[in-house]
Structure formats: structure tokens, C-alpha cells
């Protein structure tokens, strides 16, 4: 009795979870101008006036490009950073770690405006590298996550074998150990994707209008009305996430059978 | 290990310790620097602020302190003359924030007093305004005189000093951020309530089923994880718009139009939603390393469903529970966007304050005092965090 009233109770909140989502998709491809249903038809026209219009095309090239390079430079400092981390203990370790994984859980609005202090005098308030520079900052706790936990998997003693075949650290890193840790190291660079392509505070208070990411020109228009081509945007932002989300469980999958491997090979 | 992997080990996070350095705990730290100091009136009105040292507060200082602020006034006008800069006007735009009137009163006290009067000082200031006389306009100087200063955190939670230096509260028709506060908790709390109250039965389900259900199930609390903050708040718009979803259904059945929006309901209905992954996944880690047999073996020896959940399942999924909920309220906590976009004026959180000060009226003291306390709040649930689930458990990130 009670495992049915948890079963319908937890079904209820997955389609809660599910239905405002769900429900906003169609709406897009209305012929119509109303936000609501029935649908008076179908056509791509919201898609046509988005790639058609002025600000919804450079917004989607900003956030790829913005967040493409911040996904960039938060990869190239936090794989070095995670192997680092990985080899550190005791208190210089957690002292690190608390430094790395501090964006995650400062409120967003504290960086924003703090950034918005910091970048105005040196010229970097409305321009791509301070933007980059930013979601850089905000993703890499989420690489150096990632790849610490790729590397549990890792069996140091190989680098040790490397050493005494006669490889150098950096080629002992290169040619041993980033080819198994590789599916969490892209998984850290999508996940440092996704949080550029997800953040819309620091975009808010930093970026100028040349580098208004896709969700900021959505927020700019949720703030007056909404149209159908933000529910066209949304519709491809949700497009582009599932995609992401498909690629970092993939990845994931692909890391856990390597771990797998690699312990059956050990035994 | 030896010495030397140890320092490789150290340069190898180096560049990225120095780039979160320069790129985000610097860039804090002299923000919220600013709501623990008064660096605007000192440059301006120095030897004001030494003349004000010694003074009592009870009324209007002696005459040193009004030939100060003379010789102070007609110098920074010749140094804006010569050189532009404003701080005159940041200066009052400082002594504003505490006592109303200032942003006039000291630029134009400043403009007359150049031209040469005869007699004392103390005369020829009064003329220009009555408000020289009154010895809250020079506590507010003294107030504000710097290096270090509680006046920003102080006015952060509806304090003030006054001209004695005595700390009172502010009249209640003035107190905003105590309300403000008090507010951005309760939403927190609630929306932690709710989360949990959601979150139980669909974690409970997707830990206990097995198989392809489990990962479509874990399909539908990833998926809306995944995808960004303003598409889901922009899907609760379109819902419950005036003209939205909700309401041309009500509609058919001849109800409504509902105000659904703009109101606190729409606020923690859009938070709960966007946070409740947070409090699933954390769940689902604590239901799934829960033994069965063990609320088996209490069932068994006669124990009530009631108390098996209560004497069993609780206190071995209360890590899990305490991670999701201070998670969730972590976060819940510094919403921006979504009280934004779906709340009235009074719905507005802390951080919507921060970000109020900070642009649109620049009270940048104000601003990083707001964030102190909002990092304070983060800072004990972090904290709990740490004691209650350890910092080696990944989390859901």
C-alpha cells in the first residue's frame, strides 16, 4: 500500500519536473503569435525571425564562442591543477581545494558585482576576454571535480614504470595517464561548457551589448514580453543541453568501463 | 613520497590558484573590502574628519572644525578645478547614504564658501545652511571619515550610529534589509521544505527501481538539471503568464483569468523546480547505500512502518538528507534571476538588493556589506555541510 502511494507520489513529481519544459516546446513551432494552446497550426516561422534577426544569431555565436574558450582555459588550468591536487595532501591540499571549488558556492551575484569593481578600471567590463575570463573562473571547479574523479581510477604506479622505462613526467603524464583519464577531462570541459552556456548573472553585470550571450538577450526579453522566438531560443537552448547531457553520459560510461577494465587487469 | 614530486605536485596547481587568485578572490576581497571601510570622505575633507576626532557629539562642534571644513571645501574645489576629478560629489554621494540632503548640501556649501566672507567661520557656514548646526550633518562626516567602518554593515541590518556614537536602531519606517533578511530565509527555507517533500517519493523510486525504468526515471531529474536556469524560469513564465498556458485552460472552464505571476507563490513554485535535482540526487545516493534488509529486520521484530522509518530509515539516510537540504538552501539563498523575472517588489531576495546598490543607486559600501552576510549565511551552511557529509562525498556537481 504504502510502496503505491510512493510510486504515483514520485511519478507526479517526475512529470513536475518534466511538464513546464515539455509544455513550452510546441509552442514555438505555433503559426500563431499566442503563447497558449490549442496551436492555430504549425510552421517554422519563430525559427525563421530568430536566425533572421539581429541580436538572436550573434547571441548564439557569443555563447559558443564565450563559452568554447572558457571551457578552453578552464581545461588547460584545471587537468594540470586535478593531477596536482591528486599527488597533494594535508593542509596545503584542502586549503587548494577550498580555493578551487569556492566559485561553485559563492552566490553568483557577489562575482558578478565584484567583477563589475574589478574589470572596470583595467578595461575588461563589455569585452569577450572578460567574459571568458569569468566563466572560466566559474567552471573550473567542475573540470578539477571531474578529473580528480577520473584519476581515483588511475594507478600511480605506472607513472613509476614510465619513469624507469626512462619518460620524463610530462611525457610519462602525456603518453600514460591522459589517455585514460581522457573521457573526464572532456567531460570537465563540457561540464565547464554547460555552466558558461547556463550563467546569465556575471553576463548581466559585465557584458556589454557585443557580447550579450543567448541566455542574457533571452533574460532582456522575458524582462518586457515575451515573444514566440525566445520560446524558439529556449527550444534550442534545451536542444543544445540535452545534447550536452547526452555527451557527458557518454562520456561518463565511457570512463566507468576503462576504470572497470583497468581493475581487471590489476586482479 | 619525496621532495621532489611534492613541489612538482605544488607548480602544477599554481597557475590555476593564481588565475582564481587575480580573476576571483581578489576581485571579491576588495569588494567586500569595501563594505568594512570608508575611503571617500578622508581625501576630501581631511582635516574635517581630524578636527571631529576629540568632538563629543552632543551639539555642533567648536569653531576648529567649521574652519576646517572651509579650508577643506575651497581646496578640493581649486583640486577640481585644476584637475576634474569628482570627488566632491563621491563624497557626498557617501554622506548622502547616511543622512538625506548631503548630495546638495556639500557641493553647494563647497560653491559658496570659496567666496571671502569676514568673521569667523562658524558664521559664515550657518549662513549658507541651518543644517551646519545640527550635529547629526557632522556625525555623519565623522561616520564616515574612515579607514574602517561598521556603517555599511551596520546599515545592512537596519543599524545606525549616531552622532554620539551610540548604536541604535533606525526608525522603523526606514528599516528595509532586517525585512529583507528575514525574507531571503524564509523563501530559502520554504523552497528546502517543499524540495524535500518532493524529492523524497521520486528519490525513493528511482533508488528502489532497477533497470531501464531507473535511468529513463534519472533521465527526468537529470534533464532539467542540465538545462539553463533562464529556460526553465522562462517556461514558468509562459505558464503562468496572464495570457499564458494555465490560465486559457482555466479559462475554458470559464475560471480566471488568475493573477499567477508576480507574487511569491510563482517565486517558490519556479525555485523548487529548478532546485529539487539538488535535493534528489543527494537522496538517491543516501536510499541506494541504505542496507534493505535492515528496515526488514525491524519490520520483523515487530516494529510499526512508522517506526521503522522513524527509529531505522532517517537516521541512516540523515547525511544524505542534511547534504540535499543545505544544498538546495545554499543556493536557494542567492537566487537573482528567478525572483526577478517572476516576483513582485516584495519577492525580491538578497541578492537582488546587492545588485540594486551596486548598479543603480552606486552604493557600493551598502552592496558589499549585502554580500558579507549573504556570504556569512553561506559560509555556516557550508560549514554544516562539511560536518554533517564530509567534503570527500563528490556531491551532485
Given amino acids: 500500500m504504502a510502496r503505491w502511494v510512493t510510486c504515483v507520489a514520485g511519478l507526479l513529481v517526475a512529470a513536475f519536473l518534466l511538464a513546464p519544459i515539455l509544455a513550452i516546446l510546441p509552442l514555438s513551432f505555433s503559426a500563431g503569435s499566442f503563447l497558449f494552446y490549442p496551436l492555430p497550426g504549425v510552421s517554422l516561422r519563430w525559427y525563421r525571425d530568430f536566425f533572421g534577426s539581429d541580436f538572436w544569431l550573434p547571441a548564439l555565436w557569443n555563447s559558443l564562442l564565450i563559452g568554447g574558450a572558457a571551457a578552453g582555459l578552464a581545461t588547460l588550468l584545471g587537468v594540470p591543477a586535478a593531477f596536482g591536487l591528486w599527488r597533494m595532501r594535508g593542509a596545503a591540499r584542502a586549503l587548494a581545494m577550498g580555493v578551487v571549488l569556492a566559485p561553485m558556492v559563492v552566490p553568483v551575484i557577489v562575482v558578478a558585482v565584484a567583477l563589475l569593481l574589478a574589470f572596470g578600471p583595467i578595461g575588461l567590463v563589455a569585452t569577450h576576454a572578460g567574459l571568458i575570463v569569468a566563466h572560466a573562473a566559474l567552471g573550473v571547479p567542475f573540470v578539477v571535480v571531474t578529473v580528480l574523479a577520473s584519476l581515483e581510477g588511475f594507478d600511480p604506479v605506472q607513472l613509476r614504470a614510465a619513469a624507469a622505462c626512462g619518460a620524463g613526467p610530462v611525457r610519462a603524464f602525456l603518453r600514460i595517464c591522459l589517455p585514460q583519464i581522457a573521457p573526464g577531462v572532456a567531460a570537465g570541459a563540457v561540464f565547464a561548457f554547460a555552466t558558461s552556456l547556463d550563467e546569465v548573472v556575471v553576463a548581466l553585470f559585465i557584458a556589454g551589448p557585443a557580447q550579450r550571450t543567448l541566455p542574457r538577450q533571452m533574460f532582456a526579453g522575458l524582462n518586457d514580453s515575451i515573444s514566440l522566438t525566445t520560446a524558439a531560443a529556449a527550444t534550442m537552448l534545451v536542444g543544445l543541453s540535452v545534447l550536452l547531457l547526452l555527451a557527458v553520459a557518454w562520456l561518463q560510461g565511457r570512463a566507468r568501463r576503462r576504470l572497470q577494465g583497468a581493475a581487471t587487469d590489476r586482479m | ?397
Avoid: K
Fill in chain 2, 1 to 397: 613520497m619525496t621532495r621532489a614530486p611534492r613541489l612538482s605536485a605544488a607548480l602544477l596547481v599554481t597557475p590555476l590558484l593564481t588565475f582564481l587568485l587575480l580573476s576571483f578572490v581578489a576581485p571579491i576581497g576588495a569588494f567586500l573590502w569595501r563594505g568594512v571601510t570608508d575611503a571617500e570622505v578622508a581625501p576630501v575633507l581631511p582635516r574635517t574628519v581630524a578636527a571631529l576626532a576629540g568632538w563629543d557629539g552632543r551639539a555642533a562642534p567648536d569653531d576648529a572644525a567649521f574652519a576646517a571644513l572651509v579650508d577643506d571645501l575651497r581646496e578640493a574645489r581649486a583640486r577640481e578645478r585644476a584637475a576634474g576629478a569628482g570627488g566632491i560629489a563621491r563624497a557626498a554621494a557617501r554622506l548622502n547614504a547616511d543622512r538625506p540632503g548631503f548630495r546638495g548640501l556639500l557641493p553647494m556649501t563647497a560653491r559658496r564658501i570659496e567666496a571671502p566672507f569676514d568673521g569667523p567661520a562658524r558664521a559664515a557656514v550657518l549662513a549658507i545652511s541651518e543644517e551646519w548646526g545640527d550635529p547629526e550633518t557632522w556625525g555623519a562626516i565623522r561616520r564616515a571619515g574612515g579607514p574602517l567602518s561598521a556603517f555599511h554593515v551596520l546599515a545592512a541590518v537596519d543599524l545606525r550610529r549616531d552622532a554620539e556614537g551610540a548604536v541604535r536602531a533606525v526608525p522603523p519606517d526606514q528599516r528595509v534589509f532586517g525585512q529583507v533578511l528575514l525574507r531571503s530565509l524564509w523563501i530559502s527555507l520554504l523552497v528546502t521544505a517543499a524540495c524535500l517533500a518532493l524529492g523524497w517519493p521520486l528519490a525513493w523510486l528511482v533508488a528502489t527501481t532497477r533497470g531501464w525504468a531507473a535511468t529513463l526515471l534519472l533521465g527526468a531529474v537529470m534533464l532539467p538539471f542540465w538545462i539553463s536556469l533562464v529556460v526553465r524560469t522562462a517556461a514558468w513564465m509562459v505558464l503562468l503568464q496572464r495570457e499564458g498556458v494555465v490560465n486559457a485552460a482555466l479559462g475554458a472552464f470559464g475560471i480566471g483569468p488568475l493573477p499567477l505571476m508576480m507574487n511569491r507563490f510563482a517565486v517558490v513554485l519556479a525555485m523548487v523546480h529548478i532546485l529539487l535535482p539538488f535535493m534528489v540526487l543527494p537522496l538517491v545516493a543516501a536510499f541506494r547505500g541504505l542496507d534493505p534488509a535492515l528496515p526488514r529486520a525491524a519490520a520483523s521484530l515487530g516494529a510499526t512502518p512508522w517506526r521503522v522509518f522513524r527509529r531505522v530509515i532517517l537516521p541512516l539516510c540523515l547525511p544524505g538528507i542534511a547534504a540535499g537540504c543545505i544544498l538546495v538552501f545554499i543556493q536557494a539563498l542567492g537566487f537573482y534571476v528567478t525572483p526577478a523575472l517572476l516576483g513582485g517588489p516584495s519577492d525580491q531576495m538578497m541578492a537582488w538588493f546587492v545588485g540594486f546598490y551596486a548598479t543603480r543607486s552606486v552604493n557600493w559600501g551598502l552592496a558589499a556589506a549585502l554580500s558579507l552576510l549573504l556570504l556569512l549565511a553561506v559560509g555556516v551552511c557550508v560549514a554544516l555541510y562539511g560536518r554533517l557529509a564530509g567534503f570527500r562525498r563528490p556531491g551532485t556537481a
